[in-house]
């Protein structure tokens, strides 16, 4: 028989969660790869138009200097005296390119490395206002063997060139980019260099300066990207999983101090305020007493759940100061309800550990000594955290009842050592957890452990009461088991302290 699939939403959203991390890398590492290779093809043509420009530079003086040589030896043919001239004279010992001359009236090109009929073809690739131009070679004799692009200056004299740019300059300066592929040169928007092998190249930036006359278009190696890539990725994998796998191991510290930023912020903005729920004695339908709750209150005028962080509010620090800000709140806004005796007590949850930091009884004996009736508090020691000194919880109950207080045992039987703490502790009341309540009303009908605590608390002759009463079938099957204290929807709701005056004049 197959495997039926249970849907597990903690799985799901973890599972969902690591999807989104990865292919949040994969898109981060995309990204940041194409960037860096952005920035290498960007340097690659800069560097490119750099070394144009200075070889242009250098062109000018020195076809400045060739006719400035020309008019003052009146040369106007290529005779020896003239590649002499050339040769000896302006560029002896000199590394710069050579420069051509071609007279006017002569299809002989002549240098310092001699004279040659004067090559077909070629083009004029743009002319400036200064009477430079760029010409584009076309003949294998050229600079280097190479198809080349020369600077030319014509006076009355002759036309002079000297190279600036050509392939092979290009290729030498690409052979040292691992992340160059093909490349595409314009002049002056006229294609001069058509290097291309991938008919539909990832990757391609163009760069123009805007002084020059030459645009470089330069695609990234597939290979290289792809490797890059993957670097890139596993860089920030490692870092990632190290981060999540430190996150894990001090996810408890970490939620603790989110938590605890959180509470000092909505006490300190007030966001906290009291609601109280009544407790209803069902043999005159009169409200007994209520149980002060605290809510967190949040924009919109909406409360933020109690089940979301109670649990990490009563292991914060700050949460003795909670509890006497509660108590002296419930003081304050109960007080005349209290006195007249409307209602006769209001609980207060503690917790064990509460207790145990030791603040709250000196506390409680403060307010008495100022006059606040003390006497009208019971806690709720709630079973949610075990007891670590029994004495300290001991020394609190009884210091709690020579000031008047009443102690309540919370939510009995389901959490750590109820039965202990009957047997070792003074308890006033018993609070049927309301878990036990719905079974009432369900084919899991538990009665027999209600039973239980009803026998538990008469034979220690101390009152008990049911939480969570939300129907009438509840409520009357508690009554027939003797429970009389109910406190649970079906009778209302926790209530802000103005809307419990009202109900109580209703009720």
């Known amino acids: 028989m197959p495997t039926k699939f249970k849907y597990n939403s903690k799985y799901a959203m973890t599972s969902v969660v690591a999807g989104i991390i990865f292919l949040g890398l994969l898109a981060v590492s995309l990204g940041l790869s194409h960037y860096l290779l952005s920035k290498q093809l960007t340097d690659v043509a800069i560097?490119?138009?750099?070394?144009?420009?200075?070889?242009?530079?250098?062109?000018?003086?020195?076809?400045?200097?060739?006719q400035q040589m020309l008019q003052e030896q009146q040369e106007s043919h290529c005779s020896d005296k003239t590649i002499s001239l050339l040769k000896n004279k302006l560029f002896k010992q000199s590394t710069l390119p050579v420069p051509w001359?071609?007279?006017?009236?002569e299809n002989i090109i002549c240098s310092a490395l001699g004279r040659w009929p004067a090559p077909s073809g070629g083009r004029l690739l743009s002319r400036h206002m200064d009477g430079h131009g760029l010409f584009e070679g076309s003949d294998d004799r050229t600079f280097n063997q190479q198809k080349a692009v020369f600077a030319g200056v014509t006076d009355s004299v002759a036309k002079v060139f000297v190279p600036v740019q050509s392939i092979q300059a290009i290729t030498n300066e690409l052979a040292v980019c691992q992340a160059c592929g093909d490349i595409t040169v314009e002049v002056n928007g006229v294609e001069w260099i058509n290097r291309r092998t991938q008919p539909h190249p990832f990757f391609t930036i163009?760069?123009?300066?805007?002084?020059?006359?030459?645009?470089?278009?330069?695609?990234?190696?597939?290979?290289a990207r792809n490797q890059l890539w993957l670097t890139l990725f596993?860089?920030?994998?490692?870092?990632?999983?190290?981060?999540?796998?430190?996150?894990?191991?001090?996810?408890?510290?970490?939620?603790?101090?989110?938590?605890?930023?959180?509470?000092?912020?909505?006490?300190?903005k007030e966001a906290f305020y009291l609601a109280y729920q009544p407790i209803i004695d069902t043999n005159n339908h009169k409200t007994y007493c209520v149980e002060a709750l605290l809510?967190?209150?949040?924009?919109?005028?909406?409360?933020?759940e109690t089940s979301s962080y109670i649990r990490y509010l009563e292991q914060d620090s700050i949460m003795p100061k909670i509890t006497q800000w509660m108590i002296k709140t419930t003081l304050n806004e109960l007080k005349s309800l209290l006195l007249s005796e409307q209602i006769a007590k209001c609980s207060i949850n503690i917790s064990a550990q509460q207790i145990e930091h030791g603040n709250i009884l000196p506390y409680l004996q403060h307010l008495a000594d100022r006059a606040y009736p003390i006497e009208k508090l019971c806690f709720e020691l709630t079973e949610r955290h075990p007891i670590s000194?029994?004495?300290?919880v001991r020394e609190f109950i009884a210091g709690c009842k020579q000031l008047g207080c009443q102690i309540k045992l919370d939510d009995v039987g389901t959490g750590y050592g109820g039965g202990l703490m009957l047997q070792q502790l003074e308890f006033d009341y018993l609070k049927i957890d309301k878990a036990f309540t719905k079974m009432l009303t369900t084919e899991l009908n538990q009665a027999f452990l209600i039973r239980s605590y009803?026998?538990?608390?008469?034979?220690?002759?101390?009152g008990i009461i049911a939480e969570g009463v939300e129907t009438q079938t509840q409520a009357e099957m508690l009554k027939q088991l003797g429970i009389h204290l109910h406190q649970g929807w079906l009778y209302a709701k926790a209530l802000p302290a103005r809307e419990l005056r009202d109900y109580l004049l209703n009720h």
């Open 101 to 105: 001359v071609r007279f006017n009236g």
């Open 454 to 462: 009803i026998a538990i608390a008469t034979e220690m002759n101390i």
């Open 389 to 392: 000194c029994w004495t300290k």
């Open 295 to 304: 809510r967190w209150q949040v924009k919109g005028g909406g409360h933020r």
């Open 234 to 268: 596993l860089l920030l994998l490692l870092p990632c999983l190290i981060l999540i796998w430190s996150t894990y191991l001090f996810r408890l510290p970490i939620i603790k101090f989110y938590w605890h930023k959180k509470f000092a912020q909505a006490l300190k």
């Open 47 to 66: 560097m490119l138009d750099s070394d144009y420009q200075k070889r242009l530079a250098t062109a000018k003086i020195q076809m400045t200097q060739v």
């Open 206 to 223: 163009e760069y123009q300066a805007d002084d020059s006359d030459f645009k470089y278009i330069l695609s990234a190696n597939e290979s």
